[in-house]
Every structure is written in structure tokens, then in C-alpha cells.
């Protein structure tokens, strides 16, 4: 099966305007997850998305947003961008849970990030 | 909220000799998975072990293994004939069980790992 893979790879923008990143799921998974990585404030969730629905968000502004296509492919937004966006940001994707009591079980794999840099 | 504490920004270790990386976590769960990620330069996540707090035994994963201490909060990766090709940067992460934690996982800030040929 391919991996997670995330487009575009590199990005060079400047403050104010905006950006949209792309994640492709492994096939099969439905969960998507998003995550902001900077030397600074480290790994930092952002939000996550099932079935097309955000399920949870980190604490971003509202100028991150997020969506999820029925086929699974999600993508972030951020608007009106900010030096201190500059970060790596990765997704990561899960198979839905297997049939059994338990939840949230399933391992998230990740992509191999998009690093924005705001000038 | 949850925290995830690693107090050792770098650690180093001579190749074949075994070394282990601390972690501490805050929770007031009583069900959750603990995952150890490893970030090579490539900067991708790789998974190299995971721990659910309702096993006691520790999870192990070839040269890889976990003390999990729940009442101590401490989930510790030791890493055993070390090998050129694990340095990386060591993240070690909490994810709730339960279905409102969904798949959000809090990480720790990261261990620098460095092999000494």
C-alpha cells in the first residue's frame, strides 16, 4: 500500500497571504490528522478529521482551518499568514477502529510533512 | 489536559551499547495509549512503539522495549544494540482511549538521539 503523502512538499509564501496543503490517507483509512511542527512549540495538534467531519481541534486561530473529502483526502487552509507560521506540518492517517469494545485504537502513520516558509 | 514531559534534550550512546529515554506524562485518564515515534533527518514519523495502559506488560519490539510505570506516570524507551541508523529525534506521545480524545496525540518536546560509531 502507498503512504501517507503530502503536496506540495516545499512552500515559500509571504505574510498575508494564504496557503492550502493537500494530505492523501492510505487507502482504506478515514481519519485524518493534522499537526504543526515548529523548534519552538514543538508538535502541536491542529485538528482531525473522520468521515468529513472535524472530530477534534487543537488551539489554533480560526485562520487554520481544515476540511475532508469523501474520498478520505483532506486539506488545511491558513489564511492571511503570520512569520510564525513558518513550520513543517504533517498528517497522519488511521484505519477505522477494528470491531471490537474498545476505541481509538488504531495506529496513526504519518507523512513526510510540507514545509512552509512565510517570508 | 495532557502533558507529556521529556526531560533529556539529548542523549548520546556508543553503537552496540544499549540506552534509555525518559518520559513522564500528566492525566487524570485511566485509559489511553502511549506511543514512542522516531524522526530521522528525513523529518518522517515512524512509528517504533506503542504501549496501552490497560496491559501491564511492557510492549517490546525487537531491539526496542518500554517500562511502563502507570502509577509513576513514566513510559521509558530503552533501546538495546544501538545501531547507526537510530539516530534521530525520539518523540514520545499520549492518545486518550477514549472516542471524544479521538486521534488527537500530545507529544513530548523530543530527545536528540546520537549514535557514536
Known amino acids: 500500500k502507498a503512504g501517507v503523502t503530502q503536496t506540495p512538499r516545499y512552500l515559500i509564501k509571504t505574510r498575508g497571504q494564504q496557503v492550502t496543503l493537500s494530505c492523501s490517507p492510505i487507502?482504506?483509512?478515514?481519519?485524518v490528522s493534522w499537526y504543526q511542527q515548529t523548534p519552538g512549540q514543538g508538535l502541536q495538534f491542529l485538528f482531525e478529521?473522520?468521515?468529513?467531519?472535524?472530530?477534534n481541534k487543537g488551539n489554533f486561530p480560526g485562520r487554520f482551518s481544515g476540511r475532508q473529502f469523501s474520498n478520505s483526502r483532506s486539506e488545511m487552509n491558513v489564511s492571511t499568514l503570520e512569520l510564525g507560521d513558518s513550520a513543517l506540518y504533517l498528517c497522519?492517517?488511521?484505519?477505522?477502529?477494528?470491531?471490537?469494545?474498545?476505541?481509538?485504537?488504531?495506529?496513526?502513520?504519518f507523512g513526510p510533512g510540507t514545509r512552509l516558509l512565510v517570508l | 489536559a495532557q502533558t507529556v514531559t521529556q526531560s533529556q534534550p539529548e542523549m548520546s550512546v556508543q553503537e552496540a551499547e544499549t540506552v534509555t529515554l525518559s518520559c513522564t506524562y500528566d492525566?487524570?485518564?485511566?485509559?489511553?495509549?502511549l506511543f514512542w515515534y522516531k524522526q530521522p533527518p528525513s523529518r518522517q514519523m515512524i512509528l517504533v512503539i506503542r504501549?496501552?495502559?490497560?496491559?501491564?506488560q511492557n510492549a517490546t519490539e525487537n531491539r526496542f522495549s518500554v517500562n511502563f510505570q502507570k502509577a509513576a506516570k513514566s513510559f521509558s524507551l530503552k533501546i538495546s544494540d544501538s545501531q547507526l541508523g537510530d539516530a534521530a529525534m525520539y518523540f514520545c506521545?499520549?492518545?486518550?482511549?477514549?472516542?471524544?480524545?479521538?486521534?488527537?496525540?500530545?507529544f513530548g518536546q523530543g530527545t536528540r538521539l546520537t549514535i557514536n560509531p
Open positions: 478529521y473522520f468521515s468529513e467531519t472535524q472530530r
Open positions: 504501549q496501552e495502559a490497560y496491559k501491564q
Open positions: 487507502s482504506g483509512h478515514r481519519s
Open positions: 492525566t487524570s485518564e485511566s485509559d489511553y495509549y
Open positions: 497522519a492517517s488511521s484505519p477505522p477502529d477494528r470491531d471490537s469494545p474498545r476505541v481509538n485504537q488504531e495506529t496513526q502513520y
Open positions: 506521545a499520549y492518545r486518550s482511549a477514549y472516542i471524544m480524545g479521538a486521534q488527537k496525540l500530545v
